[in-house]
């Protein structure tokens, strides 16, 4: 059974920076692209960054582009979100998934997900 573990979540203010991390257990986690989605009270999950299985190919939302890189460590299982410059409209519920093959921007795409770590921004 697959299961993703995030951790790295918590409570910073306005321009700080924190970074993420999504440990896999997934035989073949190489195979897989790793995805960052975010979810705000009220609001649906929404799509934040990818990374194809070679880490080769990436892609953020506009809203974070310039702000949050994602990257892989398919030796360590685990994937990273660095975010900097963060703003209040970032705080949500941090989701990391995972599918085979190359990376999509739409949750139901996704076959394993995460439980979720919290970010909140003050302002």
């Known amino acids: 059974q697959a299961q993703l573990v995030e951790s790295g979540g918590g409570l910073v203010q306005a321009g700080d920076s924190l970074r993420l991390a999504c440990r896999a257990s997934i035989r073949t986690i190489s195979l897989y692209a790793l995805g960052w989605f975010r979810q705000a009270p009220g609001k649906e999950r929404e799509f934040v960054a990818g990374i194809n299985w070679s880490g080769g190919t990436t892609m953020e939302a506009d809203s974070v582009r310039g702000r949050f890189t994602i990257s892989r460590d398919n030796a360590k299982n685990t994937v990273y979100l660095q975010m900097n410059s963060l703003k209040p409209e970032d705080t949500a519920v941090y989701y990391c998934?995972?599918?085979?093959?190359?990376?999509?921007?739409?949750?139901?795409?996704?076959?394993?997900w995460g439980q979720g770590t919290q970010v909140t921004v003050s302002s």
């Open positions: 998934a995972a599918r085979r093959t190359s990376v999509r921007a739409t949750a139901r795409e996704y076959d394993y």
